[in-house]
Nanobody
Framework: QVQLVESGGGLVQPGGSLKLSCAASGFTFADYSIAWFRQAPGKERELVSCSSTDGSTREGDFVKGRFTISREYSKNTMYVEMEMNNLKPEDTAIYYC?????????????WGQGTQVTVSS
């Protein structure tokens, strides 16, 4: 059974940092990419960053090098972490992780429940 569980969201001041984590289990990790998406109120869901099976990454244009995605492994769980620096109020959104075949795939196979990130003074 595939599980994706996000954590690490919260309230942070502009210019601050947060680290989000997606705990993934129930599938062969080397066969899938894991992406972080976000959705702000009244806006469409958009790709933030993606970790591919070949070690490459892909990010949205608005990231501009502020976020770093990485994979860690522990027993039967893979943690896809996203370190977010220099956060801006416009980064406020619900952040979701998703499993997909490729970072460029049109659809995602599974989604987590999301974690709220609020950037405000």
């Amino acid at each position: 059974q595939v599980q994706l569980v996000e954590s690490g969201g919260g309230l942070v001041q502009p210019g601050g940092s947060l680290k989000l984590s997606c705990a993934a289990s129930g599938f062969t990790f080397a066969d899938y990419s894991i992406a972080w998406f976000r959705q702000a109120p009244g806006k469409e869901r958009e790709l933030v960053s993606c970790s591919s099976t070949d070690g490459s990454t892909r990010e949205g244009d608005f990231v501009k090098g502020r976020f770093t995605i990485s994979r860690e492994y522990s027993k039967n769980t893979m943690y896809v972490e996203m370190e977010m620096n220099n956060l801006k109020p416009e980064d406020t959104a619900i952040y979701y992780c998703a499993r997909r075949y490729y970072c460029s795939s049109a659809v995602s196979l599974d989604w987590g429940q999301g974690t709220q990130v609020t950037v405000s003074s």
